[in-house]
T-cell receptor, first 111, second 116 residues
């Protein structure tokens, strides 16, 4: 079955630590996206990538970094510069003109 | 810039009653429109989409939505809800650029709570 796999499901970060969230898709989609979800605020776009080796900042990119070395993979690093990282993080993928498909998310908390 | 407003943050309804979840959008260009559903601690699942053609769109689980260009609305409806419809629902838009969609802009979400 094709789909998007996010790991881990739960992640804890210590103060001053960088953590990386994994997102892998086997849908052969060109575009991939990272969203942050906070209660009552919907989803906000962090970064997106429309082709390999290229990505753009979304609305709330500060304190985050990404890479897109392979079509299937789009990892998100939450750096120590992100002062309020506690949230539910969702990865999505799509082809142009088609709806986005979502993974099951990673819940990040601060220790 | 685009924006999406979901007019109700919470909608309580009794089982087998009809429901309407309201969504208005703002955009200076043509758009694609979507409704997604999210069950607790899960990702988003596409309910239905409007890309072009008929303004009444039917989706999964008995939901439908109507695109109203003059009122810039895309309200979601179901004639009879089930307990299993309890979830959060998100309206989203993307710009129609050269007939290809791009980034999604989401509304704040509507929590639908179906009571027995």
């Amino acid at each position: 079955d094709g789909g998007i796999t996010q790991s881990p499901k739960y992640l804890f970060r210590k103060e001053g630590q960088n953590v990386t969230l994994s997102c892998e898709q086997n849908l052969n989609h060109d575009a991939m996206y990272w969203y942050r979800q906070d209660p009552g605020q919907g989803l906000r776009l962090i970064y997106y990538s429309q082709i390999v080796n290229d990505f753009q900042k979304g609305d709330i990119a500060e304190g985050y970094s990404v890479s897109r070395e392979k079509k299937e993979s789009f990892p998100l690093t939450v750096t120590s510069a992100q002062k309020n990282p506690t949230a539910f993080y969702l990865c999505a993928s799509s082809n142009r003109g088609r709806p986005q498909h979502f993974g099951d998310g990673t819940r990040l908390s601060i220790l | 810039a685009q924006s999406v407003t979901q007019l109700d943050s919470q909608v309580p309804v009794f089982e087998e009653a009809p429901v309407e979840l309201r969504c208005n959008y703002s955009s200076s260009v043509s758009v694609y429109l979507f409704w997604y559903v999210q069950y607790p601690n899960q990702g988003l699942q596409l309910l239905l989409k409007y890309l072009s053609g008929s303004t009444l769109v039917k989706g999964i689980n008995g939901f439908e939505a109507e695109f109203n260009k003059s009122q810039t609305s895309f309200h979601l409806r179901k004639p009879s809800v089930h307990i299993s419809d309890t979830a959060e629902y998100f309206c989203a838009v993307s710009e129609r650029i050269d007939n290809q969609g791009g980034k999604l802009i989401f509304g704040q979400g509507t929590e639908l709570s179906v009571k027995p």
